[in-house]
Structure formats: structure tokens, C-alpha cells
């Protein structure tokens, strides 16, 4: 986590615009969010030397702070101070691989595989999976522009024994299924919140017992053959799911 006193600057304050004080101080500080010169994580100064900084009162500059906490620029952590808030990824709730919407996101996917193993059948996936007594089980951890998003688990039939971290690095899980003719079709997912354990906190940059988004999926071929169980963690803070309702 770094520090924005440099990044800030200084700005000339227009004390006879109509623009109120604290929003122009806003508005610098969007723009500097906005264009990455104050990045994902970075520590604002507390709100005293902010004021200062503008020659502003201590109340306007908080104004100006609960402005850009609303709109989900900054948020105030506890112990931590106030930090610039990683941009939300907005994912629809349709069958797609993350890596593919975050391209499409115009976001930078990266992936770092923890782990291929083949394992027997545990619980998280016997209900699913009822012809083979081993399976593939897959962590990996995907980020966006460098930033930490998701802690990702999947288990794959045993075809899939021979994956590698190289397959898996350079584009979406499903993009691999595909080349193998395994195209998803349906799938049924359940979403809900859990606490980050110590393992998903210290891969996503958080405090244990943070707030994940935990997106637990089944997925399904034409013949409705499961080729892939999927539980995926995303930090509460950055990732959203839309879901169309008609």
C-alpha cells in the first residue's frame, strides 16, 4: 500500500465560483483516481493534512471525502486509514469464463496457477460427479491489472489429468474445455458471502474475516454431463454480479 502526498499536488481553489469548495476538491482527486496517478490501494493523507493541503476547513474536506466515498472511489478501513478503492468488475450472471469478461471489461487478466492435483472425489463435488472415483482439482489465483480479484477452485473430470500451469496461464479454463469439445451450456450457481479464511485473505490482499463473494457453480454440457464443479471467492469490494430479472 502506498502513500498519495506526491500524487496529490496542489490545485488553485476558485473561492468565488458558484462550484461549492469541497466539490472542486472532489473533482481533482476523481481525475487523479481516474487518469491512475492516485492507484488502486493508494493511502490518502488523513483529513487534517488534506485540509491543510487545500487550505480548507476540516469539515469541507470531509465533504469532499464523502463525496468520492459515495461513489465508491475511496473507502475508510479501520485501523488502515483511507485508501483508493480497487475499480469494481461488474459481471453479468451468464456463462462465461472471468478471464474472458474482464477482456471484455477492457481489465488486464492475469492468472497464477497454485495448484493441479488429482484427487479423490470430495465432498464439495461427489454430489456432481457420479462415474469417476478420482478428479482433477484446479486453484488458481486470477487478478486485474495487478490487482488481486479472485480465488478460484475447480474440479474437472479426469481427462483433464494432464493440464498444465502453461494451458491454464495464458487464457480462460473454458477456452481450454473448448478446444477439447467440452462446451458449457448451462450451469446452476449459488451465491452468497462467507468470511476470507486465512489462505483467501493472504492471496487477496485482505483481513481474515473480510466479506468474499463466494460463487458456487455446476456446470453442464448439450448432453447434461458435468464437466466442471466451481467455487470461486471475489473480494466483496471489487466484484459485482448482475442479474437480469424479467
Known amino acids: 500500500m502506498t502513500g498519495a502526498t506526491g500524487a496529490i499536488g496542489t490545485m488553485v481553489l ?17 481525475e487523479l483516481i481516474g487518469s491512475g496517478e492516485l492507484a488502486t490501494g493508494t493511502l490518502l493523507p488523513n483529513e487534517i493534512d488534506l485540509a491543510q493541503r487545500f487550505s480548507l476547513s476540516r469539515p469541507t474536506m470531509r465533504q469532499a471525502l464523502d463525496e468520492l466515498v459515495r461513489d465508491g472511489l475511496i473507502s475508510r478501513r479501520r485501523g488502515i486509514g483511507t485508501i483508493v478503492t480497487p475499480r469494481e468488475f461488474h459481471r453479468g450472471a ?26 479423490p472425489r470430495c465432498a464439495d463435488v461427489a454430489a456432481a ?14 487478478s486485474a491489472d ?16 494432464d493440464l498444465t500451469a502453461a494451458m491454464l496461464e495464458t487464457g480462460g479454463l473454458y477456452g481450454v474445455m473448448r478446444q477439447r469439445g467440452d462446451v458449457p451450456v448451462t450451469a446452476r450457481k449459488e451465491i452468497s458471502a462467507v468470511g476470507a479464511a486465512t489462505f483467501e485473505a493472504r492471496l487477496l490482499g485482505v483481513r481474515r ?9 455446476v456446470g ?24 437480469p430479472v424479467t
Not at 471484455?104 to 488429482?118: D, K, N
Not at 479472485?150 to 474437472?156: A, E, S
Request: proline letters at 6%; hydrophobic letters at 40%; zero cysteines.
Open 146 to 161: 495487478d490487482e488481486p480479484l479472485v480465488v478460484m477452485r475447480n474440479w474437472l473430470p479426469l481427462r483433464y489429468a
Open 220 to 243: 453442464y454440457d448439450a448432453a447434461r454431463r458435468v464437466i466442471d464443479v466451481g467455487d470461486h471467492l471475489y473480494r466483496g469490494d471489487a466484484y459485482t454480479v448482475d442479474v
Open 94 to 119: 451468464h456463462l462465461t469464463s472471468v478471464h474472458d469478461d474482464l477482456v471484455a471489461a477492457g481489465r488486464r487478466p492475469a492468472t497464477e496457477v497454485l495448484s493441479i492435483v488429482v484427487e
Open 129 to 142: 460427479y457420479d462415474d469417476d472415483t478420482d478428479i482433477v482439482a484446479i486453484t488458481r489465483l486470477r
Open 14 to 30: 476558485r473561492r468565488d465560483s458558484p462550484v461549492p469548495l469541497y466539490h472542486q476538491v472532489a473533482e481533482h482527486l476523481r
Open 209 to 217: 474475516g473480510t466479506p468474499l463473494l463466494r460463487v458456487r457453480h
